[in-house]
């Protein structure tokens, strides 16, 4: 069982940073157990992946839409992976959410899932 809380969400303006956090309680389990991934929904929309990151943070995987603005990193010490989101975007707007899987790095299926945190850009 894993348990996602996101943080970090907010109001900026176009082409402002954001960083966002996910904390995670694992038990059974280590963290290192789980590949991470971020997701996003916008209203009307289906939700989006965004970015993973695998177990041992050998590997990530973004979206086309954030590849070189987003970066995912994870520190397993402490059970977080932060999604670093810098010139933002009006479309980034969205709820986004922090997942965990325990299976490799993929941009399918995710098991766990965080309550989501508001994301707002404007222009």
């Known amino acids: 069982q894993v348990q996602l809380v996101e943080s970090g969400g907010g109001l900026v303006q176009a082409g402002d940073s954001l960083r966002l956090s996910c904390a995670a309680s694992t038990s059974g389990r280590t963290f290192s157990s789980y590949s991470m991934a971020w997701f996003r929904q916008a209203p009307g929309k289906e939700r989006e992946f965004v970015g993973g990151?695998?177990?041992?943070?050998?590997?990530?995987d973004y979206a086309d839409s954030v590849k070189g603005r987003f970066t995912i990193s994870r520190d397993n010490a402490k059970n977080t992976v932060v999604l670093q989101m810098n010139s933002l975007k009006p479309e980034d707007t969205a709820v986004y959410y922090c997942a965990a899987a325990p299976s490799g790095l993929a941009r399918g299926k995710y098991d766990y899932w965080g309550q989501g945190t508001q994301v707002t850009v404007s222009s």
């Open positions: 990151i695998s177990k041992i943070a050998a590997a990530t």
